[in-house]
């Protein structure tokens, strides 16, 4: 699987936007990414994804650079419900099973 | 978005003996599910694939006599572990793909806390 590289932690402020960035440049053609969050003691919860062009949905945005390398999760208006563990993976659908890294943690501030 | 469950949330055994996690896809059907686990303060680690109607296929370092998978119908997988010692405590995550749409997403069930005396 393609290596995905994010920062360890992130912190913000409520009511703020978080951008959250994503490295991938091994990334192949067929590839999608997928943002997933991780509250403690749960499983993951579905966030985005997308292939090549920039998307939305009522939680956040993804914003993808024209040569796929990297990408960015828009949190436009957070909360204290954000604060959680952020995961950028890769994978290209499928039977393929996902690889997951370290991720980002998010803290909000109030 | 789609619905995957999880049976039962947690669980206390002794050691030695088996635990079976059920992991059902609520308003999908899901030809293709994956079995995690999450020790603390760690990511998620792909144990193995389970298919219906086949064999499940397991990732290098998981034991599949250990780790018994069943995939008997398009809404249900289940994880069996056997003779269940201290170091298998963990946190178990399924994962269910809708067969419809093979390249969309997958939906994670809520993990069952496992804990072995």
């Known amino acids: 699987d393609a290596k995905t590289t994010q920062p360890n932690s992130m912190e913000s402020n409520e009511e703020e936007p978080v951008h959250l960035p994503c490295n991938h440049s091994?990334?192949?053609?067929?590839?999608?990414i997928h943002w997933y969050r991780q509250l403690p003691s749960q499983g993951p919860e579905y966030v985005i994804h997308?292939?090549?062009s920039n998307v939305n949905n009522r939680m956040a945005s993804l914003a993808i650079a024209e040569d796929r390398k990297s990408s960015t999760l828009i949190l436009h208006r957070a909360t204290l419900r954000d604060a959680a563990v952020y995961y950028c993976?890769?994978?290209?659908?499928?039977?393929?099973?996902?690889?997951f890294g370290k991720g980002t943690h998010l803290i909000i501030q109030p | 978005g789609a619905v995957v469950s999880q049976h039962p949330s947690r669980v206390i055994c002794k050691s030695g003996t088996s635990v079976k996690i059920e992991c059902r896809s609520l308003?999908?059907?899901?030809?293709?599910m994956f079995w995690y686990r999450q020790f603390p303060k760690q990511s998620l680690m792909l144990m193995a694939t389970?298919?219906?109607?086949?064999?499940?296929?397991?990732e290098q370092g998981v034991e599949k006599d250990k780790f018994l998978i069943n995939h008997a119908s398009l809404t249900l997988s289940t994880l069996t572990v056997t003779s269940a010692h201290p170091e298998d405590s963990s946190f178990y995550i399924c994962?269910?793909?809708?067969?419809?749409?093979?390249?969309?997403?997958?939906?994670f069930g809520p993990g069952t806390r496992l804990l072995v005396l």
């Open positions: 994962s269910a793909r809708d067969a419809q749409r093979p390249q969309e997403t997958q939906y």
């Open positions: 308003d999908f059907q899901a030809t293709t």
């Open positions: 993976i890769l994978g290209g659908g499928g039977a393929d099973g996902l690889t």
């Open positions: 997308g292939l090549t």
């Open positions: 389970s298919n219906e109607g086949s064999k499940a296929t397991y």
């Open positions: 091994t990334i192949s053609g067929t590839d999608y």
